[in-house]
């Protein structure tokens, strides 16, 4: 995840976005504090909730085998690790929302 602006791949949240077709989190740069949203339209069957949850484990680096086990441990669903995956390569497809 890259920043359209400045290229910079460090972002903070800044908040949720909600109106009554989407929720959005949005992010900002750390570098040219940019403003950045991304869409729950990943994958209706998840709650925005757990796509949120492994983007930040894929964030900190983890693999896909370990953040499948961390989520469905912790949220007690079945994710596989294709899921994850193609949730993760959604996002580095820069489908970001600007
Ligand atoms: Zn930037």
Redesign the pocket.
């Known amino acids: 995840m890259t920043?359209k602006?400045?290229g910079?791949d460090n972002f903070i949240k800044h908040g949720m976005r909600t109106n009554k077709y989407s929720q959005k989190q949005v992010y900002q740069?750390k570098?040219?504090n940019?403003f950045f949203t991304i869409k729950n339209n990943l994958n209706s069957i998840y709650s925005f909730y757990i796509i949120q949850e492994v983007l930040d484990h894929f964030c900190q680096g983890k693999s896909y085998a370990k953040i499948v086990s961390l989520v469905n441990e912790k949220e007690k669903i079945n994710l596989s690790k294709s899921t994850v995956h193609r949730w993760v390569q959604t996002v580095k497809n820069k489908k970001w929302q600007k």
């Open positions: 920043c602006k400045c910079f740069c570098q040219c940019s």
